[in-house]
T-cell receptor, first 113, second 115 residues
Framework: GDSVTQMEGPVTLSEEAFLTINCTYTATGYPSLFWYVQYPGEGLQLLLKATKADDKGSNKGFEATYRKETTSFHLEKGSVQVSDSAVYFCALSDRDSNYQLIWGAGTKLIIKP | SAVISQKPSRDICQRGTSLTIQCQVDSQVTMMFWYRQQPGQSLTLIATANQGSEATYESGFVIDKFPISRPNLTFSTLTVSNMSPEDSSIYLC????????????FGPGTRLTVT
């Protein structure tokens, strides 16, 4: 079945550092891919999405490109801020998952000033 | 995207009791979902609740323990029955985005502690 693998955390960076959080997936179909963010004490927010190969999702300075050849959807940001400290979840959905979201384990990001 | 609210936002309950969590959406949606998120963990789908039909439960979750109602297209409830400390979690409802790309939008969650 479908699955999502994320790099383990926590990831600790200094403010203004470059961020990459790796995400790879396994799917038999053609999934849509998502990054969600969960700030401390809050629910999940959809950060960005990509629905087909080579699409780039972007929001709030974050980007991720749907790479079908490497089955990856890595999250990047050029200069992180303390306010980016949160847990980031990679997820996919497709017809083979019955349109349910398949979740990665989540990566906790800690940004130090 | 839909605006989703949940009540209560948090609660502390005694073991053996039940708690009903409400999820209200500001627009009509077909698909609603209930998740559990244990501390420091990812999300686990409890059930899918579509209006006009019985909820569909995932493996490991049963209707007697987690009864769900979906009386209309903007509202759903999840009851956590006969609670034990193992039920201490965040419970989240979400709705399908409806764009055909299967994204979901989430409520703020209900933080439940069972003592």
């Amino acid at each position: 079945g479908d699955s999502v693998t994320q790099m383990e955390g926590p990831v600790t960076l200094s403010e203004e550092a470059f961020l990459t959080i790796n995400c790879t997936y396994t799917a038999t179909g053609y999934p849509s891919l998502f990054w969600y963010v969960q700030y401390p004490g809050e629910g999940l927010q959809l950060l960005l999405k990509a629905t087909k190969a080579d699409d780039k999702g972007s929001n709030k300075g974050f980007e991720a490109t749907y790479r079908k050849e490497t089955t990856s959807f890595h999250l990047e940001k050029g200069s992180v801020q303390v306010s980016d400290s949160a847990v980031y979840f990679c997820a996919l959905s497709d017809r083979d998952s019955n349109y349910q979201l398949i979740w990665g384990a989540g990566t906790k990001l800690i940004i130090k000033p | 995207s839909a605006v989703i609210s949940q009540k209560p936002s948090r609660d502390i309950c005694q073991r053996g009791t039940s708690l009903t969590i409400q999820c209200q959406v500001d627009s009509q949606v077909t698909m609603m979902f209930w998740y559990r998120q244990q501390p420091g963990q990812s999300l686990t789908l409890i059930a899918t609740a579509n209006q006009g039909s019985e909820a569909t439960y995932e493996s490991g979750f049963v209707i007697d323990k987690f009864p769900i109602s979906r009386p209309n297209l903007t509202f759903s409830t999840l009851t956590v029955s006969n609670m034990s400390p193992e039920d201490s979690s965040i419970y989240l409802c979400s709705v399908g985005g409806g764009t055909g790309h299967y994204e979901q939008y989430f409520g703020p969650g209900t933080r439940l502690t069972v003592t």
